[in-house]
């Protein structure tokens, strides 16, 4: 078991830092499941590197998104010993210098492979690909890759370690096909085509991508030793997606996103949803009423009423389009196309500075991508560019006034900055007195609100405003409506 190191000092200390780490990156660990994992490591034999790292994510990890940047970092915090070469598992310091063999002198690191060599080194790895990843010589081979490649010279004359001239050299995109005849041979197939070649492919695809995430991960490691691990954590952990703020989404982020949201849509309508109180009467049930009082001679001692049924809401979703306020908009066209399935009746409005109905781009089997290039195509929301919502709200009232109603929930998705137009209070007042339920998310940090010509204040003054910057703020929201 190792307890210490030379420099880190007790495990304790380095358990405590890893899990304040992954709260710095966003993870939800709270103190008891700190002490959980403290507990889980008393019971395991420390020594067992990938033991250990089961053991924290099982009681550290509560989403599957949330694994990637677990890994990164444990990485970081416990990365392989190196003693004596490659392969031997254990905890690492929590910071400053790891005690490792000094890297080879720069004109070795960054000396040309010969030919021969590198088509042996080559021949390794396919081996290795066509193997099992999870075997110690897979990331040994991937850590001593790194070592021979992956240090070059860097800007302002200092040496670094880099994924590229190691991926660079060996190529493994390269090695598919060779694998491929390789791996359809030993299955006594002389020709390719059809399932067997397609599983193959995809073992050997999911191999390499392994490979690549190991290399990655030996030079986020080597760095962290150079430069400290708090340092590369910040720089290499991306948040997960629940805390990506919605205003700097990338289209990637986007795509991922649409799994988070579904959930969160069937969560939104069931607390919108009119429920039935405990203890309300409801209407009389004739029949069973008079068919119970055939058993008392006909008097009617026992009276049976009708349940109250609880009613699927309508929606009404006023969204900003402006381009301040872009990546939200499309986090709010996602969110609309899922309450669709879960209301009775949904109607989506889009506007900069005038508002028009954007309800027929959510037909059923429509995708969000091609609702948003039809928004910008088709829909009428814009006169000059500038966002005015006092002239939405006015118009809003005067086209569509009969969209809400006594059942109806009016949901307002934007930033509340008006360029300093008039705010129409009374108008929206109006608005939000005709509707059942009326709520504003505001994707701008609260302090930011008021500053400029941002009018969010007053606006919450008359619809209850939310900050809603992210998924998990979104999903806090949803569980505070009463």
């Not at 966003?26 to 034999?45: F, M, N, Q």
């Not at 986020?220 to 150079?226: S, V, W, Y």
């Not at 910008?376 to 009232?397: P, Q, S």
């Not at 809603?468 to 505070?480: G, K, P, S, Y």
């Amino acid at each position: 078991m190792i307890e210490q190191d030379g420099k880190g000092g007790p495990l304790l200390d380095r358990h405590v830092a890893f899990v304040h780490a992954l709260r710095e990156a966003g993870l939800p660990v709270s103190l008891a499941e700190g002490l959980d994992a403290a507990k889980a490591l008393t019971v395991i034999d420390l020594a067992e590197r990938e033991t250990l790292r089961e053991a924290y994510a099982a009681t550290l990890v509560k989403r599957l998104q949330h694994r990637p940047g677990f890994d990164a970092l444990f990485d970081l915090w416990f990365p392989p010993v190196i003693s004596g070469g490659y392969g031997t598992a254990g905890p690492a310091p929590t910071g400053g210098r790891a005690e490792r063999p000094p890297p080879p002198e720069p004109s070795e690191a960054s000396a040309p492979p010969d030919p021969s060599e590198l088509a042996e080194l080559r021949e390794r790895l396919a081996d290795l690909l066509m193997g099992d990843p999870d075997d110690p010589a897979f990331r040994a081979f991937a850590r001593s890759m790194v070592e021979r490649f992956g240090k070059i010279q860097a800007a302002g004359n200092r040496q670094s370690w880099f994924s590229f001239p190691v991926l660079r050299a060996l190529s493994p995109q390269t090695l598919i096909a060779r694998m491929l005849d390789r791996l359809l041979a030993e299955q006594g197939r002389a020709e390719r085509g059809g399932l067997p070649e397609k599983l193959a492919r995809h073992q050997i695809s999911r191999n390499i991508r392994k490979f690549e995430e190991a290399v990655a991960s030996d030079v986020r490691r080597r760095i962290a030793e150079e430069s400290g691990i708090e340092r590369i954590a910040k720089a290499t952990v991306a948040p997960p997606i629940d805390r990506v703020d919605f205003l700097r989404m990338t289209k990637d982020e986007l795509a991922r996103l649409r799994r988070e949201v579904y959930p969160l849509a069937r969560r939104l309508a069931t607390r919108l949803t009119v429920k039935q109180k405990r203890g309300h009467r409801g209407r009389l049930d004739f029949r069973r009423t008079v068919r119970a009082s055939l058993s008392t001679g006909g008097v009617p001692l026992t009276t049976h009423l009708r349940p109250r049924r609880p009613h699927k809401p309508e929606l009404v979703i006023l969204c900003d389009a402006s381009d301040s306020v872009a990546a939200f908009s499309h986090f709010t066209l996602l969110l609309t196309f899922a309450l669709r399935e879960q209301f009775t009746k949904v109607r989506a409005f889009a506007f900069v500075d005038i508002v028009d109905e954007i309800t027929t781009l959510f037909h059923p089997g429509a995708d969000v991508l091609d609702a948003v290039l039809r928004l910008t195509k088709e829909a009428d929301i814009t006169r000059f560019g500038r966002t005015n919502y006092g002239h939405v709200f006015t118009t809003f009232a005067e086209r569509y006034g009969d969209a809400i109603g006594p059942r109806t929930s009016l949901l307002i998705l934007g930033d509340a900055r008006s360029n300093y137009q008039p705010p129409a209070l009374e108008t929206l007042g109006r608005l939000a007195a005709e509707a059942r339920h009326a709520y504003w998310l505001n994707p701008e940090p609260r302090p930011q609100w008021d500053t400029g010509d941002s009018v969010a204040t007053s606006y919450a003054g008359i619809v209850p405003m939310h900050e809603c910057r992210n998924v998990t703020q979104l999903a806090t929201f949803i569980e505070d409506l009463a």
